[in-house]
């Protein structure tokens, strides 16, 4: 059972048109919500983390919320720049003495001019 | 630069053969993790240490084995390799309470 579920898979965006991505979470006792965005063939680059329901952070063009369902990344008029899979992850609850995340399988962004 | 070193960025190798990657983590950053990355699993979760011992395990398989150096640089060792083994191998490094940073990954191609 996916513990981490992103949607849509895919997302095709014009320049300017804004849109939000959907990471729903099951797992129980949320120790951290994170986002990373991943070029291909690079290595995830960190953006937001998240602790509990009702924060928010944003940085440029993106914001991220968290509720105690899921969480949202809403990009506001995105560029081509920001063409990218965009990653979810948590961190695992059965490895409590460790720290490791459990990925969503992502959200790849094309925005076009 | 999230300033996380791997080596080498490719390696192509035959089945049966052991094969080591290097990683270095960011300045202070005590906490290393391995991750594969593969088209149809994602990014999956490989093993954890923290300022030398292991601390957390994935879904590592027998034929890996990783170690933290006192450097606090680790290394994966892959063997008896399999074509299925073939992937992005990242490593990440943290404080170990909260966010890492990954590396650019070593692309692993099993032939």
């Known amino acids: 059972e996916d513990q981490v579920t992103q949607s849509p898979e895919a997302l095709r965006l014009q320049e300017g048109e804004s849109s939000s991505l959907n990471c729903s979470y099951t797992v129980s006792g949320l120790r951290g919500l994170f986002w990373y965005r991943q070029d291909p063939g690079k290595g995830p680059e960190f953006l937001f983390t998240?602790?509990?329901a009702g924060e928010e952070k944003e940085k440029e063009r993106l914001k991220a919320t968290l509720t105690k369902k899921e969480s949202f990344l809403h990009i506001t008029a995105p560029k081509p720049e920001d063409s990218a899979t965009y990653l979810c992850?948590?961190?695992?609850?059965?490895?409590?003495?460790?720290?490791?995340?459990?990925f969503g399988k992502g959200t790849t962004l094309s925005v076009s001019s | 630069d999230s300033g996380v070193t791997q080596t080498p960025k490719h390696l192509i190798t035959a089945t049966g053969q052991r094969v080591t990657l290097r990683c270095s983590p960011r300045?202070?950053?005590?906490?290393v993790y391995w991750y594969q990355q593969s088209l149809d699993q994602g990014l999956q979760f490989l093993i954890q240490y923290y300022n030398g011992e292991e601390r957390a395990k994935g879904n590592i398989l027998e034929r890996f084995s990783a170690q933290q150096f006192p450097d606090l640089h680790s290394e994966l060792n892959l063997s008896s390799l399999e074509l299925g083994d073939s992937a992005l191998y990242f490593c990440?490094?943290?404080?170990?309470?909260?966010?890492?940073?990954f590396g650019q990954g070593t692309r692993l191609t099993v032939v």
């Open positions: 990440a490094s943290g404080q170990g309470n909260t966010e890492a940073f």
């Open positions: 300045s202070g950053d005590l906490s």
């Open positions: 992850a948590v961190q695992d609850p059965l490895n409590q003495a460790g720290t490791a995340l459990i």
């Open positions: 998240l602790y509990s």
